[in-house]
């Protein structure tokens, strides 16, 4: 896919076969996601790559943070385990590194790099323009669709986040 927006240097440092098996274990037990959360004056959309896997089998997850990094969560009352990256510049970087082994979270992958390539239009921190951020939800909600396990869990929508804007008077013309 390539560098969507400005030349990032890379600091995740994997072998071809390290990419290749984490794509691989993302393709089978991990996610592509994104969250449409509200802030105090408007909305953000977070991108969120997350591999889960029984507690027994949390070595596996332990490998993949050695190599990519990320924050891993316990969840004893289900024996799980979960390895989370939702740092734009990480993910950025770790769907760089595996998009070219991805098949069936590919179309995730490229979406969410678009995201990213819109959400970086701007200084972080501040409002792009409501455009942008419009588009971006929209993207969001693309990627939502193509994941399997929605099972209505949907609070906020493109139209959601369009009537905040509206009703706070910054939408862009």
Known sequence: MGNPEGSRILSIKVSTSEAAFIAGFLEGDGCISAKIGPTSGSYRVRLVISFTQHTKNKIVLEYIQKLIGG???????RNMSELTISNRDEVFEVLNIIF????????????????????NKGKRGLLRNSNDLLKAVKLAEDIRDLNSNRKNKTVHTFDKVFARLKEKNILTP
Not at 71 to 77: F, G, I, T, V
Not at 103 to 119: D, N, P
């Open 71 to 77: 924050n891993m969560m316990h969840y004893a009352s």
């Open 100 to 119: 070219p082994f991805l098949v069936s979270k590919k179309k995730q992958a490229e979406i969410g790099l678009e995201v990213i390539a819109t959400l």
